[in-house]
């Protein structure tokens, strides 16, 4: 996983409520286990009419969309099923943050367990992002802070051990090897059998 580092880009704007991972990625699509290679499926059903053509009106279809890393969506995005794949579709499609009203649960800690910042924002920040598509936002890991265009500032709030992995490019499992020797070293202090001690 790639560290997690401060990072400015445009948005884009997805003006609606309760998006399921069934809209984030059609369970049609749902056909293997790579991380990569979901992107063009992102939002199909509603990003391509019944013959696989953009409709123009969707905003991922935008010309001003292309190249944005910052989804701004409305109130519990990513609920429904608990699928992944619909964090690794937003990722294949290049977005780095999703800034919503709020999250289901379940999509939020797949996000944080892949790379992908799930940042939820009072309704007076939200409602400033929804208004304004294409807005110029930084988002800051660190600092744990998401700038707005006028340099007004919200906060990000996140689980710190999530937030040590992102920073560091790690996952559970990588920071548990990461502490092999501080395990082994308290077995031994402790005298249990996992640490060759024979009393």
Excluded at 57 to 85: I, K, T, Y
Excluded at 137 to 153: E, F, I, M, N, P
Aim: hydrophobic share 40%; glycine share 10%.
């Amino acid at each position: 996983m790639d560290r997690v580092t401060a990072f400015s880009s445009t948005t884009v704007v997805l003006p609606a409520d309760d998006v399921d991972t069934d809209q984030i990625i059609p369970a049609r699509f749902l056909k293997g286990t790579a991380r990569t290679g979901w992107g063009q499926h992102l939002f199909a059903d509603r990003r391509y009419d019944a013959e696989g053509r953009p409709r123009p009106e969707f905003p991922l279809n935008r010309p001003e969309a292309q190249g944005a890393q910052v989804l701004v969506a409305g109130r519990n995005f990513g609920c429904g099923s608990s699928r992944e794949h619909a964090v690794w579709a937003l990722q294949g499609h290049g977005f780095r943050a999703v800034v919503a009203g709020s999250f289901a649960d379940i999509f939020r800690g797949n996000a944080l367990k892949n790379g992908l910042l799930p940042v939820a924002v009072d309704e007076t920040v939200h409602a400033r992002l929804l208004a304004a598509p294409g807005m110029k936002v930084t988002v800051d890991l660190q600092a744990q802070k998401l700038t707005l265009d006028d340099g007004s500032q919200a906060g990000l709030p996140i689980d710190p051990f999530a937030r040590y992995c992102l920073l560091n490019g790690i996952d559970e499992l990588e920071y548990l090897l990461g502490q092999e020797e501080a395990i082994a070293a308290h077995e031994r202090r402790a005298g249990s059998p996992l640490g060759g001690s024979t009393s």
